[in-house]
């Protein structure tokens, strides 16, 4: 999940891929992007290279710069550098194409409406709800988390719910940090909290940033206990029904019809395994329609109103010194808000998450100041979406 899933590494088998910044992907990390915004030329042997757009631009006037950006990705998908679906909306206008294989076993391609596993991206729903429940005067986000825990461990007596949006509760990631075994099993909520509440702190809480998926497990503990329903059905109550996010929910182990099948750099599938693993830290899926539904809604407060909008969208934590672990993703990010990196690009500020779980990779960006909302859904760890997120930006700014 932009460090969702563990990566394979820390479970044993060879490793999936190194996410040297940030891990927010179930292994949930994004991929580190490079800071030029270039994309290597080479393409992997093992990538199959269709490049079919195969969804149509909406009837009216054409997304400004339309041609560019098509050229731009089409190259990448010949380069076995991109398969997935791409979507760009500002102001009105919209830019939807998809590239490369749905499945390479049946040669379905990837279409608009083509399901994807978020990974991480998960994290900006899961904070959603906190904030929900905090407007309900359900909780607060000063409250101590050990407030909704029975036999609380005393290492987390002071950390908040806000610390834990923001990971800098210092609880260690269980992902990425803890080693466990490859595969994951099934496990309740319950469960995957007792594998990291009696691990030590990484640091004092609330005295810097190490992105951890434990975090938001814990959250999505909390919002079951608050609430007396499951974390998959209050979302779904909450946000995606009055969203209209029909094609968004709580994956399952096996890939089910509509969705895309992941594959790693080397072309495998990943070995199926429970996204109860992944829970409230990475294991949703979605569309990049449904996506964009979600990304209106924040700019048009939809769900909460605008002070509520504008502390999800703030600097909670400033980003650790470069090349700490667990740290940010970009050069230009300032910190981590709840469930978002808020960065300052060249093209103003950006808010984004990055979600990785294997094989796949997710991007969703808003400039909030230009109205661009970039979304980029991948069923290939070949495919570095913040990369081509950022050129996507650069593209659309350049005219």
Known sequence: MTRMTRTRASWGRAAVVALVLLVAVTGCGPRPSTSSGSIPASTPASTPTSTSATTPEPVGSPFPAAAKINTFLTGLAQRGQLSGTVLLARDGYRFVRAYGLADRATGAPNTAGTMFRIGSVTKQFTAMAV???????????????????????????????????????????????????????????????????????????????????????????????????????????HIFDPLAMRHTGFDTTEV?????????????PPTPYPMSAAYSAGALYSTAADMQRWDDALQHNTLLPPAAMQQMFAVHIPCPPPASPGGCLLPTDLGYGYGWFVAHEPQGTLEHHVGHIDGYFSFNGIYPASHLHIIVLSNSETTDTLTIARTLAAIVHRG
């Open 131 to 237: 904030l929900l429940l905090q407007q309900q005067h359900r909780l607060d986000v000063t409250d101590r988390v050990c407030s909704y825990l029975d036999d609380c461990p005393p290492s987390w007596a002071s950390i908040t719910i806000g610390q834990l949006l923001t990971h800098s509760s210092g609880i260690p990631d269980y992902l990425n940090e803890l080693g466990l075994g490859w595969p994951p099993l099934a496990a309740t909520p319950a469960e995957l909290v007792a594998e990291f509440r009696d691990a030590p702190l990484n640091f004092a809480p609330g005295t810097r940033m190490r992105y951890s998926n434990s975090g938001y497990a814990l959250l999505g503990y909390l919002i079951e206990r608050l609430t007396a329903d499951t974390y998959a059905h209050f979302l779904q109550h």
């Open 256 to 268: 089910r019809p509509g969705h895309a099948v992941g594959y790693y750099a080397n072309g495998q």
